[in-house]
């Protein structure tokens, strides 16, 4: 099972609805379109963030996996944990 890593939801960048960004998925980097989520509901959950990829395939991503640069370690917005 996958531990989060800390991940401090309120301070935290997240990617807006809208925005690309990257995920990582069976080790490759997909570009990724954010869909409209409840930004009150993910930070005070920790629930997941819908993304389309370029093929319009839908998965649901928790908001540390979604990343700003093809890359990134860490949170959202690129920053490493």
Do not use: T
């Amino acid at each position: 099972m996958m531990r989060a890593p800390s991940w401090d939801s309120a301070s935290a960048d997240l990617v807006a609805p809208g925005e690309f960004g990257w995920v990582r998925q069976d080790g490759e980097w997909l570009h990724v379109r954010v869909q409209p989520y409840d930004e009150a509901l993910v930070r005070a959950l920790g629930g997941v963030i819908s993304v389309c990829n370029r093929r319009g395939i839908y998965r649901n991503y928790f908001p540390w996996e979604i990343h700003r640069n093809r890359g990134a370690s860490g949170l959202g917005d690129g920053r490493r944990a």
